[in-house]
């Protein structure tokens, strides 16, 4: 995966079903954390972080279990190209894409 540390986990939620309840409680994770979020105390600021990069690993994963179940090779990888040169020629970043 093109995606660095945020790669799909694969000991856990096997089934695309279960995968999407794990994807939906991490993101009310999020939501409590973000709700919890104080800028100024900074004592929540690791937890919602932390609680963004699950979500992004949720996310990860679904749509790695979303590749194996429709069985088309290198469809994450390719969508995240897509989505990279498109928010780059959009002007969202400037970081060369090569």
Known sequence: MKTGLITPVTGIDSDIEKCKEHLCNEYAEFKNAWTNWDEQNGKTTAELV??????????????????????????V????????????????????MI
């Open 50 to 75: 932390e609680e963004l990069v699950d979500l992004a690993t949720s996310c990860m994963t679904l749509a790695d279990r979303v590749e194996k179940k429709v069985k088309i090779p290198a469809l």
């Open 77 to 96: 990888d390719n969508t995240l190209l897509m989505v990279a040169s498109k928010n780059y020629s959009r002007g969202y970043h400037n970081n060369p």
